[in-house]
């Protein structure tokens, strides 16, 4: 994003996000539909004689064995940077399902690209945001790292890569977080397994979000948020058919639902983490009646626009 020629000192930035329908079955190579939220991770990278990341209050240096170091490395590796004193503002909450990770790998990739002097492109930062994914999801899709790279809505597709989504309306969300963080990598493992013993139920489960993800799509284009709200409650439907969803989410969901909201639903790995609620009109209804019920909560608005994607 940032550099100065003389320090070569780099900064970066990267967006949280939600995934509105698709979660899970867009590992299987199903659509997903996702938008970035305001709340992000800010990077600086300065060159250093060895490799070092702050992140918030977490530390790593060079040759420590931890994962954090490690996926610094690997994403030097991938753009080709020497080694980098690495410091990590977040916002975003971590490991509740909005993306922190990939937020904090495309603000790093952001931010070494800076320091080679580099402009960068979708191709490069999503590179390196990738390799940072690998080391703590496993097998990531590329959903929240574009997500977090474009800031608008985006419609997402491992083989296709992320395109731009037209939003005909703005989308009032209220996010709230709805029990301890999950693990992404556990939550994905699980659902293979499911498959493993019950691939009637997933196929059945993958064809059902695919035509609901479609649908949605045009809703969105279209403006049609009670039809787009629907379809989310009928996407939480089939996550919770999969273990996916939780007392608490269930809870979650029922109170922004009652509060007005036209869907609620998981977002993110589910097993704990966030929800997501399409709002009418003004969110703070939904949002307060979340917060008496013991949840934090936040609203956040996607734009109506042609979604985002920068060069
Ligand atoms: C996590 O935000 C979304 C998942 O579909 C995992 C992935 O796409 O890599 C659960």
Redesign the pocket.
Known sequence: MTSSADARIGLGRGNG?V?LL??????YGMP?IAAGISLGATARATPSASSSIRIAERRAHAGDGSELITALERIRQELGAGPQQVEVDVEVPLGS?L?GS?AIGVAVSRALLATLGEAETPRRVLAGADAW?RVF?G??????AAAAYAGGCIWFTKEAGPEPLFVDLPLQLVICLAGPPAS?KQ??EGVQRLGERRPDLLGKSLAGIESLVKNAKLCIQAGDLSGLGQLMNYNQMLLSGLFLSTPEIERACAVARAAGALGAKL????GGGAVVALCDGSPQTVEEALRAADFAAFSTVVQASVGGLRP
């Open positions: 996000k995934v698709g979660e899970h079955a867009v590992v997903a399902g993306g990939a994914e999801h097998n990531p899709s590329g959903v929240d992404t939550m994905v977002t993110g790995a589910g």
